[in-house]
């Protein structure tokens, strides 16, 4: 069974660098993508963008490019999305999910991650 | 990259069909047939409905169904149920290749 498993909720002060993870299982991680989706509190979603494990290829969307960064452990199947200083409007819930038949769709989700950044 | 245009709300009661329109431009959905729909229900992770403009998953209900023209796609789900109740996102790939845009999302009740 495919699955996504991601890390737990973190709370975090402006200014604090973090890194989040999305560890795949049931499946060859390394030859599917692995997206980012950020979720704003009550907000809908939007596309962040996606990494390829196989060779660690990225693709950023203009709005986050410069703002995280993404990266993969394909020995471990494990992705990864960071911040170096984090910002109160980067409070959202992110989420991973793998490629389906395209780079574009995404079959498999992971159940997300909280992040709260407050003073 | 603006999102595509949804819907904020539709409603229908049990047994209904509901369309649900997302719009973009030529530059996404005019011009892409990778369109996907996901539901979204409260708390939960999104789930992939559809794919390819009309493609179901394995195990989605064929009580859902896509179509698109020109810069507008749109998911018909009929038979409404009651576990229908989720937020809906359409998603399209750009003419920027492998980039993705969301819809701004709708949410559907059972009334």
């Known amino acids: 069974e495919v699955q996504l498993v991601q890390s737990g909720a973190e709370v975090k002060k402006p200014g604090e660098s973090l890194k989040i993870s999305c560890e795949g299982s049931g499946y060859m991680f390394s030859f599917y993508w692995i997206a980012w989706v950020r979720q704003m509190p009550g907000k809908g979603l939007e596309w962040m963008g996606i990494i390829y494990p196989g060779d660690s290829d990225t693709r950023y969307s203009p709005s986050f490019q410069g703002q995280v960064i993404m990266s993969a452990d394909k020995s471990n199947n494990i992705a990864y999305l960071q911040w170096s200083s984090l910002k109160v409007s980067d409070t959202a819930k992110y989420y991973c999910?793998?490629?389906?038949?395209?780079?574009?769709?995404?079959?498999?989700w992971g159940q997300g991650t909280l992040v709260t950044v407050s003073s | 990259q603006s999102a595509l245009t949804q819907p904020a709300s539709v409603s229908g009661s049990p047994g209904q069909s509901i369309t649900i329109s997302c719009t973009g431009t030529s530059s996404d959905v005019g011009s892409s047939n990778f369109v996907s729909w996901y539901h979204q229900p409260p708390d939960k992770a999104p789930k992939l409905i559809l794919y390819d403009v009309s493609n179901r998953p394995s195990g989605v209900s064929s009580r859902f169904s896509g179509s698109k023209s020109g810069n507008t796609a749109s998911l018909t789900i009929s038979g409404l149920q009651a576990e229908d109740e989720a937020d809906y996102y359409c998603?399209?790939?750009?003419?920027?290749?492998?980039?993705?845009?969301f819809g701004t999302g709708t949410r559907v009740t059972v009334v």
């Open positions: 999910a793998r490629g389906f038949s395209s780079t574009t769709v995404y079959s498999h």
């Open positions: 998603s399209s790939q750009t003419s920027s290749r492998s980039l993705v845009v």
